[in-house]
């Protein structure tokens, strides 16, 4: 069944999601909703989901990084690189331990504390 939702857009131009909308869509505050826009209108909207950087390790967040400055000067990948991409991190994360560095195990430690504070409260 198709739902309907209104979004007025406040001061600022803030936005604030009703309820059943974040639900439907399985978001939680951090996350973000990508539109698709053409000739002035939406058509097509996404739920982007945040992912914990405590959770990556030095060398992707490096990466994603380098990617991040590519995108923005206009350099894309094609669909071949960005699976290589993938693939290639993939394999390294799998590694045990010593693949991830001291300041990543620093960041995944203090990440699972707060975890466990917010589920303890």
Excluded: W, Y
Excluded at 5 to 26: E, N, V, W, Y
């Amino acid at each position: 069944m198709n739902e309907l939702f209104r979004l007025r857009i406040a001061a600022k131009r803030q936005m604030t999601a009703p309820q059943r909308l974040m639900d439907s869509l399985s978001l939680s505050e951090g996350d973000e909703i990508q539109m698709e826009v053409a000739d002035g209108q939406i058509v097509a909207v996404h739920a982007c989901k945040a992912v914990p950087t405590a959770l990556l390790s030095d060398d992707l967040l490096s990466e994603i990084k380098k990617q991040e400055h590519r995108l923005a000067q206009g350099k894309g990948l094609t669909v071949a690189e960005a699976m290589g991409q993938v693939e290639k991190h993939q394999k390294h994360e799998k590694r045990p331990g010593p693949g991830r560095s001291a300041a990543g195990k620093r960041r995944k430690a203090a990440f699972e504390t707060q975890l466990t504070h917010r589920m303890s409260s």
